[in-house]
T-cell receptor
Framework: EDQVTQSPEALRLQEGESSSLNCSYT??????LFWYRQDPGKGPEFLFT???AGEEKEKERLKATLTKKESFLHITAPKPEDSATYLC?????????????FGRGTSLIVHP | GAGVSQSPRYKVAKRGQDVALRCDPI?????LFWYQQALGQGPEFLTY????????KSGLPSDRFFAERPEGSVSTLKIQRTQQEDSAVYLC????????????FGPGTRLTVT
């Protein structure tokens, strides 16, 4: 069974204080790992897809990296508007199923 | 362009009532997913369509849950004889590709069963 564990559950940062969120996964062959951002009362918003170990993607203050067992979402010099819940999901390559498995998310609050 | 829309945004149902939740995906998107999200949790898979074909419904909690996408566009999730444990946010997502990797979510329908 595919599993995704995100840590920490909650993170409070001061504006400008860089940090990283972790997503550990167990999957029978990785098709893709996805990061989403979810604001309160809204649906998740797609951020990145990573396909293979060593791959990195960047968008503004966010950079996602991938190893064979985990992914990190690095946030550089965060701003209050980066406050949100960040979700990680994995999609397995075996069995022909396209069902993603989501983690519980990390709730990030950035204080001004 | 227009994103995924869902209606209603909020629904209050009395226990035992039937409800229907609608999803309008992004035009031309092949794949459509329904998820259930409880407070503080990630989305949990319910069912998945590729065009009008329902390819997987293994996540539907019981036979009270039914989903359809008859013309390969709009989808409806129906819950019969609602129970309190059905209270949650129901999310719809669509993807332009058949492998459904990158998904675009609607705002969700918050269902409260009293």
């Amino acid at each position: 069974e595919d599993q995704v564990t995100q840590s920490p559950e909650a993170l409070r940062l001061q504006e400008g204080e860089s940090s990283s969120l972790n997503c550990s996964y167990t999957v029978s062959g990785l098709r893709g790992l996805f990061w989403y951002r979810q604001d309160p009362g809204k649906g998740p918003e797609f951020l990145f897809t990573l396909y293979s170990a060593g791959e990195e993607k960047e968008k503004e203050r966010l950079k996602a990296t991938l190893t064979k067992k985990e992914s990190f979402l690095h946030i550089t010099a965060p701003k209050p508007e980066d406050s949100a819940t960040y979700l990680c999901a994995v999609q397995a390559s075996s069995g022909g199923s396209y069902i993603p498995t989501f983690g519980r998310g990390t709730s990030l609050i950035v204080h001004p | 362009g227009a994103g995924v829309s869902q209606s209603p945004r909020y629904k209050v149902a009395k226990r035992g009532q039937d409800v229907a939740l609608r999803c309008d995906p992004i035009s031309g998107h092949v794949s459509l997913f329904w998820y259930q999200q409880a407070l503080g949790q990630g989305p949990e898979f319910l069912t998945y369509f590729q065009n009008e074909a329902q390819l997987d419904k293994s996540g539907l909690p019981s036979d009270r849950f039914f989903a359809e996408r008859p013309e390969g566009s709009v989808s409806t999730l129906k819950i019969q004889r609602t129970q309190q444990e059905d209270s949650a946010v129901y999310l719809c997502a669509s993807s332009p590709s058949s492998d459904a990797g990158e998904q675009y979510f609607g705002p969700g329908t918050r269902l409260t069963v009293t």
